[in-house]
T-cell receptor
C-alpha cells in the first residue's frame, strides 16, 4: 500500500521560532490533509489542500500542496507552547479506487521550550 | 453539535473477554471509520462504512467486527480480546465522496491483560 513519510520525526524548538515539516508519498495524491493530535485526544483537522500548488493558511499555520503531487509541507510561524503535539499528514488511498479512505503519515512530534 | 462521541473513554479487559466500543456522530455524515493507534505510531484503519447497512474491511480488521444499522452509530465489537488489541481506538466520520475531511472522536483507551 501507499506510504506517507513525515520528517522530521520529532523536533524541539524554542517558543517564537518558526517550524517546518513535510510529508512525502510514494504515489500521487489528489488531496492532502494536515491534522494535529494533542496528548490523550483525537486528531483535529488543521488544513485541507485539494489542488497542486495550493497554499492555504489557518492562523499561524500555512500548508502547501506540492507541485509534483507527491509531497506537502506545513509551516508554523512564531510557535507557542500550545503548538505542542503530534502533526499528521493524510491523504486518500488511491489504490483502492475510493476517495474516502485515508492513509496517515507516521507523524512529527513537536515540543516547544520556553 | 456534539460531533463524534465515543464511549467508554477507558477500559481494561481480560484475555478472551468481549466488548463493544460505541461511536456516534450527529453531523449527518455518510461515512464512518474505526482506527487504532499503537503507542508512538500513526493510525491504522480497522473497518469503515459508507452508509447504513454497508461496511468494509480496512488495513487491520482481524479480531474485530462492525455493524451500521443507522447513519449515526457505528459500534466496533471485539469478540475474544487479546493483548495485541491493547491500543487507543478512534472513531471518525466524513461526508465522503470528494470530501475526505474526517472528524475524529476523543478515543477509547483499551488495555487487554
Amino acid at each position: 500500500g501507499q506510504q506517507l513519510n513525515q520528517s522530521p520525526q520529532s523536533m524541539f524548538i524554542q517558543e517564537g521560532e518558526d517550524v517546518s515539516m513535510n510529508c512525502t508519498s510514494s504515489s500521487i495524491f489528489n488531496t492532502w490533509l494536515w491534522y494535529k493530535q494533542d496528548p490523550g485526544e483525537g486528531p483535529v483537522l488543521l488544513i485541507a489542500l485539494y489542488k497542486a500548488g495550493e497554499l492555504t493558511s489557518n492562523g499561524r499555520l500555512t500548508a502547501q500542496f506540492g507541485i509534483t503531487r507527491k509531497d506537502s509541507f506545513l509551516n508554523i510561524s512564531a510557535s507557542i507552547p500550545s503548538d505542542v503535539g503530534i502533526y499528521f499528514c493524510a491523504g486518500p488511498d488511491a489504490n483502492t479506487g475510493t476517495a474516502s479512505k485515508l492513509t496517515f503519515g507516521t507523524g512529527t512530534r513537536l515540543q516547544v521550550t520556553l | 453539535n456534539a460531533g463524534v462521541t465515543q464511549t467508554p473513554k477507558f477500559r481494561i479487559l481480560k484475555i478472551g473477554q468481549s466488548m463493544t466500543l460505541q461511536c456516534a456522530q450527529d453531523m449527518n455524515h455518510n461515512y464512518m471509520y474505526w482506527y487504532r493507534q499503537d503507542p508512538g505510531m500513526g493510525l491504522k484503519l480497522i473497518y469503515y462504512s459508507v452508509g447504513a447497512g454497508i461496511t468494509d474491511k480496512g488495513e487491520v480488521p482481524n479480531g474485530y467486527n462492525v455493524s451500521r444499522s443507522t447513519t449515526e452509530d457505528f459500534p466496533l465489537r471485539l469478540e475474544l480480546a487479546a493483548p495485541s488489541q491493547t491500543s487507543v481506538y478512534f472513531c471518525a466520520s466524513s461526508y465522503g465522496g470528494l470530501n475526505n475531511e474526517q472528524f475524529f472522536g476523543p478515543g477509547t483507551r483499551l488495555t487487554v491483560l
